[in-house]
């Protein structure tokens, strides 16, 4: 029989995992995380936070560069991180680039969601109104996309889920979370048929598009991060793309500047993905069967898996 997991006792989260394994993951140095590169997956260090936000950025620009009438392409985007979204709009206004004559697109991951609803862009936690004002609001309005080429999981979750299929998603960004999730993939309730064991791998890959409960690592974490630790402010439900969207981008870009998950969680997908160890207690892992994922680390952000009292 699996552990419970010792912080939320009716979820699955990684404290549920081999204690074998936490303690291989706990050994991993900063040299031992960059030698788990494996085809199909790649592990690249960043020595300056500066570089680490640019490079994110520009899989933007490249991701919009490739886009024309015939053959539109574009990036799906995190809130979290969103140290590149000036960046972005700084770029595209620098060199030009014309995202409405090339057809560029643009998803957004996930949006809160309150009494089966998503969120108006009123609200003052609202992904939409961040990545407007952090991003496509900067954009000269001669060059930015029309709104119908930005994909939100807001409205019709089935016509978001269609638009990958109609649009090329060349990469799906994101961060890692305190339940090592991307998007709102969190770990599921430990009820029902999910009592004694997780989803499968390949339940849990079937996911798509839907509206999800958060698990409490998350609904504390977002606190932390974004309100300011007002976790009253923060919704306990969200709308988020699904496994079954990720695996239609051509490839999966994590990025990992060390403020949002910890060294134990960093270290820990690392070496999953590397070694294909995947376990729907552990969302992140699963990626371990997509065939193109890079993990993006900003080193002196990842730091020692060792006791510090403070």
């Known amino acids: 029989m699996r552990k419970r997991s010792v912080v939320a006792p009716d979820w699955w989260d990684y404290t549920t995992i081999s204690e074998d394994l936490v303690a291989d993951v706990a050994k991993l140095t900063v040299k031992d995380m960059e030698q788990l590169s494996r085809p199909g997956f790649k592990v690249v260090m960043y020595d300056t936070i500066e570089e680490f936000y640019l490079a994110e950025a520009l899989e933007y620009i490249d991701a919009w560069k490739q886009s024309t009438p015939d053959n539109p392409t574009g990036i ?28 560029a697109h643009f998803w957004a991951m996930d ?45 019709s979750l089935e016509d978001y889920s269609k638009s990958y299929d109609k649009f090329n998603c060349l990469v799906m960004q994101g961060g890692q979370g305190d339940t090592k999730h991307w998007a709102f993939n969190d770990p599921v309730r430990r009820e029902g048929k999910y009592a004694e064991k997780p989803p499968t791998p390949a339940e849990f890959r079937k996911l798509g598009t839907r509206i999800v409960d958060l698990h409490p ?94």
């Open 76 to 103: 799906c985007g995190p809130i979290g991180p969103t140290e590149q979204l000036p960046l972005v709009a700084r770029i595209v206004n620098s060199i030009g680039l014309n995202l409405a004559k090339l057809d």
């Open 111 to 155: 949006e809160w969601v309150e009494n089966g609803v998503a969120v108006s862009p009123d609200h003052p936690m609202s992904f939409s109104k961040a990545v407007r004002e952090l991003c496509f609001d900067r954009i000269d309005p001669k060059l930015r996309m029309p709104e119908k080429n930005m994909h939100f999981p807001s409205g």
């Open 217 to 310: 690592m998350t609904v504390m974490q977002n606190a932390r991060t974004s309100g300011g630790g007002n976790i009253a402010l923060v919704p306990t439900t969200a709308a988020t793309v699904g496994p079954k969207e990720t695996w239609k981008a051509k490839k999966v870009s994590i990025w990992q500047a060390g403020c949002h998950d910890n060294a134990f969680g960093m270290r820990l997908t690392t070496l999953m993905i590397s070694k294909k160890i995947a376990d729907s207690a552990v969302p992140m892992s699963l990626l371990a069967d997509h065939p193109n994922v890079q993990f993006n680390f900003y080193r002196p952000g990842i730091g020692p898996c060792a006791v510090e009292m403070h």
